[in-house]
């Protein structure tokens, strides 16, 4: 894999945000996803379309997406995350780019997050997919809960390879397993994405985890050894599910490219850039973030003389 094959999206502004009880201006999150922007990221998520008072911080994702799509250059595309075709409308009208829909392997799950259970879930999201396909956009759809629940415990290999194989026949092959809980560890990682790339020689993977316990960062690069080129952080490690048993954040992004361009990959993206959005997350919630680069500072590599 080249170093720009290896594709960086961003999802802070949607599952950074989702869980913080404050409610971050439009203004605010307009300065974050600029910088994000500057930094040169590939795939930034900027909000999801989802019923406002179950989750009021993703309320104005629909003007955040006008503002940046109205005169947009082409320095990445911003996707969108969407549980259901009326979330698909509000999408396809305010300009998303990329959409991102998925289906969770915990049935407990399922219903807490969507109010359906995952077969009715995968219908539907499969339905909204194609929609979008028609429509001209990219899409990418997920396995939530892919390697465990908070609150059904292990997930079966199979049941998720059961939902792989019914976006696969729909022709959808860019697929993402999402650590919702934040369970997987690293030969699970290996293990699971190599019998999902093993499906179809045409699948694209992404792999998205959360840093329940402390693995996220060596599970990202389980995922690299397998084959997934798309990775999903959050910027300062904001984030969580808010309909997961024991909710954590996401693999920073800093961090992630920080070690990244200590490996010689993706040294095109601007770390500073990144590191000023942290910081600033970090002053706007007046707390510690879970991410580390943004208070260590980074190493700085020279070549020996």
């Known amino acids: 894999m080249t170093s720009k094959g290896l594709l960086l999206h961003e999802v802070g502004l949607r599952d950074g945000l989702q869980m913080e009880s404050q ?22 998520q900027v909000g999801s379309f989802v019923h406002p008072v179950k989750v009021p911080q993703m309320a104005d994702t629909d003007e955040l997406f006008r503002r940046f799509t ?11 995350l969407v549980l259901n075709e009326k979330g698909l409308e509000r999408g396809l009208a305010c300009g998303v780019e990329m959409f991102c829909l998925g289906a969770s392997a915990s049935e407990t799950h399922s219903l807490k997050n969507t109010g359906m259970g995952t077969d009715e879930a995968v219908t539907r999201i499969i339905g909204a997919a194609k929609a979008a396909v028609a429509a001209g956009k990219k899409v990418q759809l997920s396995v939530q809960s892919a390697f465990g629940c908070g609150f059904e415990g292990l997930i079966s290999e199979e049941r998720v390879l059961k939902i792989v194989r019914a976006y696969v026949e729909a022709g959808l092959r860019n697929i993402s397993l999402a650590d919702t809980a934040g369970h997987a560890h ?10 999902v790339l093993a499906l179809d020689p045409g699948i694209e993977c992404a792999c998205h985890f959360h840093n329940t316990y402390g693995l996220g960062m060596a599970n990202m690069f389980a995922a690299l050894r397998a084959g997934v ?5 959050s910027f300062a490690g904001l984030g969580g599910c808010p309909f997961t048993k024991v909710a954590a954040g996401n693999v920073a992004t800093e961090d992630f490219v920080h070690v990244l361009q200590l490996e010689g990959l993706r040294k095109d993206v ?3 850039r990144l590191l000023a959005v942290a910081r600033d997350a970090a002053a706007h919630f007046e707390r510690d973030m879970q991410g580390f680069v943004y208070k260590t500072g980074p190493i700085r590599t020279q070549t020996a003389v």
Request: hydrophobic share 45%.
């Open 186 to 195: 690293p030969a699970q990682v290996e293990r699971l994405f190599g019998a």
């Open 229 to 233: 080129s798309s990775f999903e952080t």
């Open 270 to 272: 601007s770390l500073d």
């Open 23 to 44: 409610v971050v201006p439009l203004e605010k999150k307009a300065a974050w996803l600029s910088g994000l922007l500057e930094s040169g990221m590939d795939i930034i």
């Open 70 to 80: 109205a005169h947009k250059k082409p320095r990445a595309i911003l996707s969108g």
